[in-house]
């Protein structure tokens, strides 16, 4: 019969050293190195004189921010646009995003085996999944601003070529997130709204949304935070918003006027932030809500 | 006419472990049959075959008149029309008030427009028919409530609500009563006996409980690693077997 010190000798999880395990941190150390030569990474750098003397004149020319009505107004302006830009950015990314998603959640159950949907239902049912999750990955991977720049290309300058970045690329994230979503709802309570002989779209009503509502919204109100972080860059490459006028005045060095622009941008976000929390509260904090 | 058919049937799951090997059972429509056997004998395989969630590897399976091996998705969907089942647990939508729970049960008779209908506003016949079937079941005033609030054996009696409003010609009821208490455990097992006397519901229930079986039930098939290894009256099962197979004599 084993000892207690010959299991834990035995024991799986005692620690064994493994050269590769080595290999690895050392590869990973180097690769940091050379990382850090290529990209001139230097703490010094900050305090050599031409470059402390640019961030003294930087950081003091932000203060006090520019608080003329003039300037006031158009940030103000500005920033109404911001928050369009990204309400309708992803508003059609949820629309978009939502009915894709549908197709690219990958059924589980031996009812949608190759025998049970025949082989041509089967396939088609699997070459639109791979199909759309190509689509999502190709409207993910590429980010807002190269979105951007290719819808100024198409539309011209204006707040709509942003409109439509964030849109292609929300929807993108916001497909892939969803399909995730109803995918990982629990498999017991999907069977069982599909033995009353439910179809998938009456499974996803009884089930599916009802079991992830939670995690949509948050989805959802994250997207449109991350949108409107986003919406402020987006005028850098003439795609409207708040950015638009940013880049201005960073080229010509108005940093009281940057400063101006950061507070607004700082504002927007706490509202989206405050605005997530109201929503989320009205929807799920309700006990039992339901027509009567 | 026959409700259940098994011919020869076997499941083997992925990794070659038998859920059932070599069953051959036939059910009459109007029947109330307990199933009988210690955990992992088979049952809950047999009802999920049943009611297509698995497919049969060997053997053949008919249930009220489809072969189970050869039936297409939409008329899988049809025969779950005919079907309700009820589960051990995970009967209900946490999340959704106790009406849409049950209303789920008559989703053959909604349309997809109707279903999304139903989330934001209900008919009057709707609820009425709702809360006679919670009334009968003693939680009518939880009807508006969200099911995650209730406890396990009023989930349970929603469960049967579901089944009841179905109207179905088979019912798999899936160890109903192995987790709730015995207020409960009569109610299900009376309601289940209406539907099958009133309105002649093939029922198929498995128990733990020997004494609810031999109570409630005019056939018994027991069953054990996966094999039948008995079929007929409650009468006839030996006390002897049946503690070999590790069941407990439980009031009911």
């Known amino acids: 019969m084993s000892s207690v010190k010959e299991l834990e000798l035995n024991s799986p999880l005692k620690p064994k050293f493994n050269p590769l395990n080595l290999a690895v941190i050392l590869f990973l150390l180097v690769a940091v190195g050379v990382s850090a030569r290529e990209t001139q990474f230097s703490f010094t750098t900050f305090f050599q004189d031409s470059n402390t003397r640019a961030i003294a004149r930087f950081v003091s020319g932000l203060w006090p921010p520019a608080t003329n009505v003039q300037f006031l107004k158009t940030v103000f302006i500005l920033m109404v646009e911001t928050i369009e830009i990204s309400l309708v950015g992803t508003t059609l990314a949820v629309l978009v995003g939502f009915p894709l998603s549908l197709l690219a959640v990958r059924q589980r159950g031996e009812e949608f085996s190759r025998e049970r949907l025949g082989t041509a239902r089967w396939a088609l049912r699997w070459s639109l999944y791979y199909l759309v999750r190509a689509f999502l990955n190709l409207f993910r991977g590429i980010p807002e601003l190269v979105w951007a720049l290719a819808f100024v290309t198409a539309v011209g300058l204006g707040p709509l070529p942003g409109v439509l970045a964030l849109a292609v690329h929300s929807t993108g994230i916001l497909g892939k997130l969803y399909a995730e979503m109803f995918e990982s709802v629990d498999q017991r309570l999907v069977e069982m709204v599909r033995s009353t002989g439910a179809t998938e779209t009456q499974v996803l009503l009884f089930a599916r949304l009802p079991l992830s509502l939670s995690v949509f919204l948050s989805y959802t109100l994250f997207r449109w935070e991350c949108n409107m972080r986003a919406a402020t860059v987006l005028g850098f490459v003439g795609a409207g918003g708040i950015g638009t006028q940013l880049i201005i005045s960073i080229k010509l060095f108005r940093y009281n006027e940057v400063m101006t622009l950061i507070l607004a941008i700082l504002i927007l976000i706490a509202l989206v932030d405050i605005l997530g929390q109201f929503l989320r509260t009205r929807v799920l904090d309700a006990p039992g809500r339901c027509r009567k | ?252």
Do not use: W
């Not at chain 2, 309601?191 to 229930?205: C, F, K, P, Q, Y």
């Open chain 2, 1 to 252: 006419m026959i409700a259940v058919e098994a011919r020869d049937l076997t499941k083997i799951y992925p990794g070659g472990v038998y859920g059932l090997r070599d069953v051959n059972v036939k059910i009459e429509e109007g029947e109330m049959v307990g199933i009988l056997g210690a955990s992992g004998a088979g049952k809950t395989t047999l009802f999920r075959l049943i009611n297509g969630a698995l497919y049969p590897t060997r053997g053949c399976l008919k249930v009220l008149g489809r072969t189970m091996s050869e039936i297409s998705l939409n008329a899988l969907r049809e025969l779950r029309r005919k079907l309700a089942v009820i589960y051990q647990r995970h009967n209900v939508v946490p999340s959704l008030p106790v009406v849409y729970n049950v209303l789920m049960g008559s989703s053959d008779s909604l349309s997809l427009a109707q279903t999304v209908r139903l989330f934001f506003y209900l008919r009057e016949e709707e609820r009425e028919e709702v809360s006679a079937i919670l009334r009968e079941l003693g939680i009518e005033d939880k009807m508006y409530t969200r099911a995650e609030e209730l406890s396990g054996g009023q989930q349970q009696r929603v469960a049967v609500a579901r089944a009841i409003i179905s109207k179905p010609q088979l019912v798999l009821a899936d160890e109903p009563i192995a987790s709730v208490d015995s207020g409960t455990a009569i109610k299900v097992m009376e309601t289940l006996r209406r539907l099958n006397s009133e309105r002649g519901a093939t029922i198929l229930v498995s128990l733990h409980q020997v004494d609810c079986a031999l109570r409630y039930c005019s056939r018994l098939l027991v069953f054990s690693h996966g094999r039948l290894i008995y079929d007929g009256d409650p009468g006839g099962v030996r006390a002897i077997d049946l503690y070999q197979e590790d069941l407990s004599h439980v009031q009911c």
